[in-house]
């Protein structure tokens, strides 16, 4: 069936410095690929998407990119802060369907 | 609109019992899904509304797992005899959509905590 895969699936960096996650995907149909952050007790919210058309989104501090070749999608969040500190979840969605990574937990240091 | 309002947050059962759930996503999506969420993993696909209509159920979802949307509002998922593998996060979303192969991001409640002991 079709999945997404993610990584790291832990990622320490040093406040200031960058992170980068990392996610690869099996549904050729796959058109739209958003990202959430996940803190402790919430649910997942919507920091940034990109559609299959696009291959590239920036959005102040954060980034993704898309290469529908290969099948890759990848987060870049620059300057990170403690409050970035959160579980991140790449997706991938086709029709009504999306399908959810295992999740990266970022701690950024101070 | 305060967003997508999951009730109740915490709910514990015992094994065997009936539990069910609410969802209020917002007032103006007419798409809602509900996912599941177990201890380190992403969220997994359960069910998917569009208005009132359940157009698709993951096979994840048994027989003893039924949801419902009646007049395209609010959403319940009721899971019935319960077991200890049903303890996990559920999660509602909605979403807007223009058209039916379109898609687009989700808007997720806090979610409902269910332990079954």
């Known amino acids: 069936g079709e999945n997404v895969e993610q990584h790291p699936s832990t990622l320490s960096v040093q406040e200031g410095d960058s992170a980068v996650i990392k996610c690869t995907y099996s549904d050729s149909a796959s058109n739209y690929f958003p990202w959430y952050k996940q803190e402790l007790g919430k649910g997942p919210q919507l920091i940034i998407d990109i559609r299959s058309n696009v291959g590239e989104k920036k959005d102040q501090r954060i980034a993704v990119t898309l290469n529908k070749t290969a099948k890759h999608f990848s987060l870049h969040i620059t300057e990170t802060q403690p409050e970035d500190s959160a579980v991140y979840f790449c997706a991938a969605g086709a029709g009504f369907k999306t399908i959810f990574g295992a999740g990266t937990r970022l701690f950024v240091k101070a | 609109d305060t967003g997508v309002s999951q009730d109740p947050r915490h709910k514990i059962t015992k094994r065997g019992q009936n539990v069910t759930f609410r969802c209020d996503p917002i007032?103006?999506?007419?798409?809602l899904y509900w996912y599941r969420q177990t201890l380190g993993q992403g969220p997994e696909f359960l069910t998917y509304f569009q208005n009132e209509a359940q157009l698709e159920k993951s096979r994840l979802l048994s027989d003893r797992f039924s949801a419902e949307r009646p007049k395209g509002s609010f959403s319940t998922l009721e899971i019935q005899r319960t077991e200890q593998g049903d303890s996990a996060m559920y999660l509602c979303?909605?979403?807007?959509?223009?058209?039916?192969?379109?898609?687009?991001?989700?808007?997720f409640g806090s979610g409902t905590r269910l332990t079954v002991v």
């Open positions: 007032s103006e999506h007419n798409r």
């Open positions: 979303a909605s979403s807007l959509a223009r058209g039916q192969g379109s898609n687009g991001g989700y808007t």
